[in-house]
């Protein structure tokens, strides 16, 4: 295998110059690069990237956490960041957390031990002050997560906004019981989806039942858990408000083997617009999040973060959600 010395001697050059040709300093001649990159391919020398980076103390890695891979709401998201990742020529290091608050401190550390030069949150497990601390070895970019507790760069919609017009939809179409189910944890995002829901409620006058609040409410299995739960309820709800596509269609599958019809016996609404949403029978009325734009914009600002090109009025991206309306209610 060669070495910087070896292509030293085939350049006819010092090995400090080589070294220089590498790693892109300034002041070397275009002669001499020449005579370097030549060397360089008789030789089939490839430069260590490992040692570049230790070098430079940049990864050129950015940490990505995502509470589910198998959430295609969390790939389009993922989908968003690694396009422009890619174009600037980062690279990506996907943390799985399993909405788990400890596993999501042990990621956070890679930045401190400059594992990663940057991290983005899909997800907040912890509360906002144990994550903070973090802010001071790199930076952190919010990306559909959110908090007001300080001014980070972060992409987000109008949570509360989303449960209010999805809660309000359904009232609109008749119903007065009407469930919410949501993950379990005390994101800003939670609180403000649960306060939507209930705005809703009390515009219309509706009571807020607890026991139509159903949480760890996740995936499509969670979903069919929480309709057969309202089974035994003496007054279950006959609608449900979930803060995923994948609970919704959980729900509406679970509801129609137990002989329901959707939405004659029960009206569901998820959340997100999956693909899963418009081939479920029958289709699901959900809000649309566009997770690929937040994606793209999270790892924008990302880039300009560590390009120290950031603009105060950057820092807080708000983008649209949509009601789409389709057969479940």
């Known amino acids: 295998m060669a070495t910087i010395a070896d292509v030293a001697r085939a350049a006819g050059l010092s090995s400090a110059t080589v070294s220089r040709v590498i790693n892109n300093h300034q002041y070397v001649s275009e002669e001499k690069k020449q005579l370097v990159y030549q060397a360089m391919e008789a030789l089939n020398y490839f430069p260590n990237a490992s040692a570049q980076k230790l070098r430079s103390k940049k990864t050129n890695t950015i940490g990505v956490m995502i509470p589910q891979l198998t959430n295609p709401f969390f790939t389009y998201l993922l989908e968003g960041i690694d396009r422009i990742a890619t174009e600037h020529d980062y690279q990506l290091l996907v943390c799985q957390t399993k909405n788990n608050r400890f596993k999501e401190l042990h990621f956070l550390n890679y930045l401190k031990a400059k594992q990663v030069d940057?991290?983005?949150?899909?997800?907040?497990?912890?509360?906002?002050?144990?994550?903070?601390?973090?802010?001071?070895?790199?930076?952190?970019?919010?990306?559909?997560?959110?908090?007001?507790?300080?001014?980070?760069?972060?992409?987000?919609?109008?949570?509360?906004?989303?449960?209010?017009?999805?809660?309000?939809?359904?009232?609109?179409?008749?119903?007065?019981?009407?469930?919410?189910?949501?993950?379990?944890?005390?994101?800003?995002?939670?609180?403000?989806?649960?306060?939507?829901?209930?705005?809703?409620?009390?515009?219309?006058?509706?009571?807020?039942?607890?026991?139509w609040i159903f949480r760890d409410a996740y995936d499509l299995e969670d979903g069919k858990r929480v309709f057969r739960n309202t089974l035994e309820m003496d007054n279950p709800p006959t609608a449900f408000f979930t803060g995923s596509d994948q609970v919704a269609a959980g729900i509406v599958k679970e509801a129609i083997s137990h002989g329901f019809s959707v939405p004659g016996d029960i009206s569901v609404i998820g959340f997100d617009d999956q693909p899963i949403a418009s081939v479920l029978e029958p289709t699901l009325t959900t809000i649309k999040q566009?997770?690929?734009?937040?994606?793209?914009?999270?790892?924008?600002?990302?880039?300009?973060?560590?390009?120290?090109?950031?603009?105060?009025?950057?820092?807080?991206?708000?983008?649209?959600?949509?009601?789409?309306?389709r057969q479940s209610t």
């Open 118 to 211: 940057g991290i983005i949150l899909t997800s907040i497990e912890n509360d906002w002050a144990t994550i903070a601390d973090y802010h001071t070895y790199g930076p952190i970019v919010l990306c559909n997560e959110y908090t007001y507790q300080m001014l980070v760069p972060m992409v987000r919609l109008d949570q509360q906004e989303g449960a209010y017009i999805g809660t309000r939809h359904l009232i609109e179409k008749g119903h007065r019981a009407i469930g919410y189910c949501f993950g379990g944890n005390t994101s800003q995002l939670t609180i403000d989806r649960h306060a939507g829901y209930r705005r809703a409620l009390n515009q219309f006058g509706i009571p807020y039942k607890k026991d």
């Open 290 to 325: 566009p997770a690929e734009e937040i994606g793209s914009n999270a790892m924008n600002l990302m880039i300009k973060c560590l390009e120290n090109h950031i603009d105060p009025s950057e820092m807080d991206i708000q983008l649209p959600l949509q009601l789409i309306v």
